[in-house]
């Protein structure tokens, strides 16, 4: 006996621990729009996009600064090889090491580095708001989906509790069919309006599920995740919009940033007219170099070369033909402890040059023209751009301020509709009860009433994220 209760406890508690585990977490907004901001792949690019811009950026900037480039090689040789020291041909295998450096300053290039610095700057900042922009459109579907949630959940309340008030007719109605004081028909009747409203609520709770998963996919999470959303504290009790349309309008140029990215893409494709047009100009340059070598055939064993050179006493050979001798110029060896070793000819023969070079274009293939009247037609291209976000934007707008009346006048009808029905509901639900009315008039005022207060929530959340969203485009944040 003790055993089996131990058993029946112990299953008690995991049910418990398991039906916890399962409870759905409740999601405010502010939760949703941050999951949402943190998993949505459009704003991961948005991101990668402005760290690129800063990329380019750092290269322009990094064009006003000299170039300057080391290198080297090392080679071993074999065979007949040329004596850098002598310039003559030796038959003997030999390594050398050549070393390096080149600088390059740019004095001028038609302003083609500052025009194309100012235009990267305004990419960045363009970029920015691209990125900006993203994450409000973002952030307005998420309220749009949550608001639908909490409107669906309105609705699916308002179902269930017109199928617990048509139950408890339905078990009025067969205790009077029961007395006799009902004929049959009237129970039939009412057991099909409950079957009626069981559809009902079985679409309103289909439509809360869907919208459910349609906000776990704005926020990129696996659409059997238990969720449900806090229902917060709103009232639509200011009915009353204090701007018009153009007023909110003239406010919104100045703050959206779909509006200042498009004005911010305008400058620099100015400013890349202006560093296309530089191409023109003549290019000075100032340019510096040095460089030495070493080779192993240079160096002589126990001896330094002094830098001089003599006559040979001994001919090289004798031209084929005539059999005159040829004599040529050896150098001059002094002996010393060390040989000519690699730190001695890399200082010996380092050389170096400083020299300014002058570019003239004159004909490049109308490469240049091209470029310009390409410049052009981005610029122009981004003035179409800048009218199309302000068309788009006062549209977006005036919709959402006409919808927003309208919801508020609904908003108020409804009201007094709900009221008005609410007391014809219960007049009706007393004089059905003594048998003044039949089962039909008394059905459809529920069906009224419950129609009526669908209207209100609608009419009611509509108005809310309509004001919501004209407040957005003042700058304000969307928060209930």
Known sequence: MIRTITLVV????????????????????????DVALENNLRIKRSFYNVETF????????????????????????????????TNLFVNR?????????????????????????RAGQRDVVAAEKDLEKAKNDLILNVVTLYTNVIFNQELFHNARLQLSSSQQQLERIQKQVAAGSLPLASQLNQEAQVATNEVNLINQENTLNLSLLQLKQAMQIPGNTPMQVVVPEIEAEDLVLS?????????????????????????????????????YYPRLNLNASAQSNYASVSDVPRSQLDGTFSLSNNPFGEV?????????????????????????????????????QLNIPILNGLATRANVQRS??????????????????????ETAYNDAV????????SLKQVKAQEEAYRINKQRYEIGAINFVEYQVSENDLFRSRSDLTRAKYSFIFRKKVLDFYQGKPIEF
């Open 93 to 117: 295998d030999n390594n050398t090491i050549n070393v390096q450096g080149i600088a390059s300053w740019n004095l001028f290039n038609g302003l083609r580095v500052q025009n194309s610095f």
């Open 10 to 33: 112990i299953f008690s508690l995991a049910t418990v621990t398991a039906s916890h585990a399962q409870e759905p977490k409740s999601w405010t907004l502010k939760e949703c729009i």
């Open 376 to 397: 052009k037609i981005n610029k122009s291209l981004a003035e179409v751009a800048i009218q199309e976000n302000e068309n788009a934007l006062r549209q977006s707008i």
């Open 320 to 356: 084929q033909g005539t059999g005159q001798q040829v004599f040529g110029y050896v150098p001059n060896t002094i002996q010393v402890a060390e040989g000519y070793g690699r730190r001695e000819q890399l200082e010996d023969n380092l050389f170096k040059s400083v020299g300014v």
């Open 54 to 85: 800063k990329a380019n950026l750092l290269q322009s900037k990094a064009g006003f600064l000299p170039t300057l480039n080391a290198g080297g090689s090392y080679n071993q040789n074999y065979g007949r090889a040329l004596n850098p020291v």
């Open 243 to 279: 701007q018009t349309a153009e007023d909110i309008y003239q406010l919104s140029l100045g703050i959206m940033p779909e509006i200042l990215s498009a004005r911010l893409k305008l400058e620099s494709a100015e400013y890349g007219l202006k560093a296309a047009r530089g191409n």
């Open 406 to 413: 309208a919801a508020s006048k609904s908003y108020t009808s």
